[in-house]
């Protein structure tokens, strides 16, 4: 089983982060020992807004649809708040308000300039090996949606590309995601 390393040290980091006053406009996250912020940005705003929406519109608006919301995943120091994050019907904060990594069902990223290498590599690994049973990419640079699925033994088996413009269903949920408002940097 693969566990969350050293919370009490994401702990103090958070709680530097949120001492520093990000800038209105950013949003700062752990990876792997690293604090790294990225701007957000209009076309990455746009493209979150439609993934809510399409997970909504498949499960409901009550769905237990988080974005920037910190979670602790396995390894060695972190804690993302991914642009997209569904959490299991019934799932509970623990004591610290976060939600536990077992209990995510989906994570979409949305690629920036500055997280191009974490949203591709770390967070690709890191989602794998916590067996999030699926992780969408959005690259607007690209135009592409790349759809992670299946863990096992710590790497995703199937992967689908989409361009923007097309829709397509989530593995699993058959939740229709419609990429044909999309835009593209």
Not at 24 to 35: K, L
Not at 70 to 98: Q, S
Not at 103 to 112: G, I, L, P
Not at 134 to 156: C, S
Request: with cysteine; charged share 25%.
């Amino acid at each position: 089983m693969v566990t969350v390393e050293d919370s009490a040290e994401l702990d103090e980091m958070f709680a530097l982060i949120e001492a520093m006053n990000v800038p209105a406009g950013y949003r700062a996250e752990i990876i792997e020992g690293e604090i790294v912020m990225n701007p957000q940005r209009a076309v990455h705003a746009m493209i979150i807004r439609g993934l809510n929406r399409a997970l909504e519109a498949g499960l409901g608006i009550d769905a237990n649809i988080l974005w920037d919301v910190r979670i602790d995943f396995p390894g060695t120091l972190n804690g993302y708040a991914p642009d997209i994050a569904l959490v299991k019907e019934g799932a509970e904060e623990d004591d610290r308000g976060c939600y536990d990594y077992r209990d995510v069902e989906f994570v979409a990223e949305v690629v920036s300039k500055g997280s191009r290498r974490d949203d591709y590599d770390a967070k690709l690994k890191v989602y794998a090996a916590a067996g999030i049973p699926t992780y969408l990419i959005a690259d607007p640079k690209t135009g592409v949606a790349h759809v992670f699925h299946a863990p096992r033994e710590g790497v995703y088996t199937d992967e689908t590309s989409h361009t923007f413009g097309e829709k397509f269903t989530l593995p699993s949920s058959g939740i229709l995601i419609d990429t044909t408002s999309w835009p593209r940097d």
